[in-house]
């Protein structure tokens, strides 16, 4: 629950975490997410494989240290999708907006062993 939850936060998901959490369960099980590196690590030909391509696309687009421009825009999201463009604005500049996430998720980390050992907030066994 906690990755379908992750999930629907990080693509702004809609509806309940459940439908969510069977297509990830069903997709992990036929091998379709896009972690997928079982090409990669087989040298099988990823021409046709769309995943793959996505996944080739999405890491290159992420390593760009500026904002994104027009031209990226373009390449990204050529459908024009309402949902793309949202959050190539949100993201602004790829690079800067995963270290953003990072120094989050330090921060989640430590607040979290430090309430582990609260007695105010550790849970009773």
Do not use: W
């Not at 590196?37 to 996505?54: C, E, G, K, Q, W």
């Not at 463009?85 to 995963?98: E, G, H, I, L, S």
């Amino acid at each position: 629950m906690t990755a379908a939850a992750f999930a629907k936060g990080l693509l702004a998901l809609e509806g309940e975490l459940t439908p969510i959490l069977v297509q990830m369960v069903k997709s992990a099980n036929t091998n379709g997410l896009l972690d997928n590196d079982y090409i990669l690590r087989n040298n099988v030909p990823s021409t046709n494989h769309t995943p793959s391509r996505a996944k080739a696309r999405l890491h290159e687009a992420m390593q760009v240290d500026r904002e994104f421009t027009e031209e990226d825009r373009a390449r990204i999201n050529p459908c024009d999708s309402l949902s793309i463009a949202a959050a190539m604005d949100f993201v602004k500049n790829p690079v800067r907006c995963c270290a953003h996430v990072h120094t989050l998720i330090q921060q989640l980390v430590h607040i979290v062993l430090v309430k582990k050992d609260d007695p105010k907030t550790k849970g009773k066994d």
